[in-house]
């Protein structure tokens, strides 16, 4: 979970995007960190061998205040999207604070939704995380394509416990700081609580 450095006044906080391979989880990533103030945020990261790739930075908002005389800084990461990557997935989830799941709006990936969907709850679980007691949104990414599913469907499958979701076009940057703003709001709930 969260950690606290006290020599900067820091808290430092973990976001995952999650989801299916080509979802658009590094595309998200690349959004935020290419119209992030450079005096805000730290150095993209890119953990790749030679078969999946892991992106990871940090910034610090301005806008979100502090709690108890310290700033927030969050840390986003994506897990490669791939189901045979799962040790990687799961490594990546260790401490995590928020979720992002990012689903892939196309019909035919409804499955990798799925079972992405799944596989993270399992991960988080071996973790000794549950799903419903960290804070999450959903993200239907890909909405400019003409065989998007209907959101309602989307959300049928995906949302039983009615999070935020947001729908997006990553690739423009449609949707992508509303689901961030988000998820960050949803994480500094959290850590206001005390927790």
């Known amino acids: 979970m969260s950690f606290v450095n006290y020599s900067s006044r820091e808290i430092n906080t973990k ?3 999650y989801g299916p391979g080509l979802c658009g989880k590094t595309t998200n990533l690349q959004h935020i960190f290419n119209k992030t103030n450079p005096q805000a945020r730290g ?3 890119s953990l790749a061998t030679e078969t999946e790739r892991t992106l990871f930075f940090d910034f610090l908002p301005l806008s979100l205040g502090e709690i108890r005389g310290f700033k ?3 840390h986003l990461y994506t897990v490669p ?13 260790k401490g995590v604070d928020g979720l992002v799941f990012v689903a892939d709006s196309q019909v035919e990936r409804m499955e990798a939704n799925l079972e992405s969907f799944e596989n993270m709850k399992i991960n988080l679980k071996e973790q000794g995380y549950e799903l419903d007691r960290i804070p999450y ?6 909405r ?3 065989n998007a599913a209907p959101v309602e469907e989307m959300r049928k499958l995906l949302n039983l416990k009615n999070v935020p ?14 689901t961030l703003k ?14």
């Open 81 to 93: 999207g791939q189901v045979f990557y799962d040790a990687s997935r799961k490594l990546i989830l």
């Open 72 to 74: 927030t800084r969050f």
């Open 15 to 17: 976001i995952v995007y």
């Open 165 to 178: 979701d947001f729908e997006a076009v990553a690739r423009t940057g449609d949707g992508v700081f509303d």
């Open 144 to 146: 400019d394509l003409p």
């Open 137 to 142: 949104v959903i993200q239907y990414n890909k």
């Open 182 to 195: 988000n998820i960050c709001r949803l994480v500094i709930v959290e850590l206001r609580k005390g927790k």
């Open 43 to 45: 150095k993209m990261i």
